[in-house]
């Protein structure tokens, strides 16, 4: 579990997260949603220590962040995976040696242990076939899938993914989606991803917290998103108007 | 202005100390190593041996074309040679080449992982990536030492080739003139220097890449402050330890 307290972020003169909190369960797939430029990565990156709020606390299973010290920080992270919005994967590597790279850095375990790892994971997220190929050599989708595998290749116990179906064909999304959510359940992880496709909010949003100019505006779970009166939540979830009609049948049943 | 600077020295010194925190492990970090002494080594070898052959025969020529006086004895040319060569030519000259050549590809390679998030990906894993990154440089860079031996032996060569096949002098002059007024302290003058230099080259560039901030555009600028940091430095460097070491 993960618990945000009133964090604020600026960058010089403009502030960007504006006093957030709440609360991210385990074992359940948490959403951020809003749009373009409302904050969602940077909270994501602060949540990872990648950026320090200037106000709040973030606590990782009642670990404090900002309290733990350099070692302690670097052993929190080895239980974070993270997916980034624009794959970050490691370009001088193959796709195996990326996939396994955090194995080789954090374990003792031996090249034909960690290539079974990563066979196995590579299958987990259908990219099957480019274990030799460098990063530049593989599609955008196929990229993402690499960095997916890479986040959930150490078992982490907190998975942050940042859009991690933008820039792929629907079936690869859902396929994407649904693999999230196994694992999340299985491994009971602590799972937050930031996301502006609707589709994935439908699916998957067991906690959905929606960010405008910095401040949660809402939150609350898939169920209640319909049902919501809230306006800004409206005109953003359902600017399209296939999900307009998705809620009104939704709201007559 | 000057705060800033300041405040980027500051950072610079606070990037040292965390290179040597939390190693990254051994098995992982020798592969590392390897790559760089290829990288940084290993592929400077051949413009280094290149320019240190030509600019050794130049030297060389240069002093024999003033040599009008017939007074002045034919072992000066070589004398000349060795001294220009060993202690300015291939420690300095050669490490403000190698600041454009090394130093650029230091910064590119490390900025671009920065703009694309590679770094930050590192560190959410929990790599302590200044130590993954700039540790290796750093020891490959205790080799350059032997690149700049090379360049002094093949300056000096070069010199020799171009007096006795330029019809200058006699082979016996040249090889006599190297012997002149031989001071062991200055070849240790020279590598003193090489060390420091080298330190230069790896962890300026690293980092003007590690610490830069925005997109593509901004790797191309970084490379190019980098460049002109470390040839600042390593001139003034070299005026410092001349001051210290040779008076
Ligand atoms: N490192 C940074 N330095 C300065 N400003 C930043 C930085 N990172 C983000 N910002 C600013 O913070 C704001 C929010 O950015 P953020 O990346 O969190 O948006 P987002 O909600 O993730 O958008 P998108 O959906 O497009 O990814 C933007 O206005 C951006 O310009
Ligand atoms: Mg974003």
Redesign the pocket.
Known sequence: MIEIKNIEKS??E?K?LKGVSTIFEAGKTNLII????????????SLLGI?TPEVGTISFDGRIYSDLNSDEKRELRTEIGMLF?GSALFDSMTVSENVGFPLKMFTNDNKKKIQERVDFVLERVALVGAHNKLPSEISGGMQKRVAIARAIVNNPKYLFC??PNSGLDPNTATLIDNLIREITEEYNITTVI?T?DMNSVMEIGEKIVF?KN?LKEWEGTKEEIFRTDNEAVVDFVYSSNLFKKVREAYLKE | MLLRYLSQIGKYFLMWKEIFSKQTKWSVMRGLIFKEIDDLIIDSLGIVAFISFFVGGVVSIQTALNLNNPLIPKTLIGYATRESVILEFAPTFISVIMAGKMGSFITSSIGSMRVTEQIDALEVMGVNSLNYLVFPKLIAVLLYPFVIGISMFLGVFGGYIAAVYGGFGASSDFIDGLQINFEPFHVTYAFIKTFIFGILLASIPAFHGYYM?GGALEVGKASTVAFVWTSVLIILVNYILTQLLLT
């Open positions: 960058f010089g403009t960007i809003g749009q373009s430029g409302s904050g969602k990565t940077v909270l994501l990156k950026h919005q940042d859009e930031n502006h960010l910095g | 901030k």
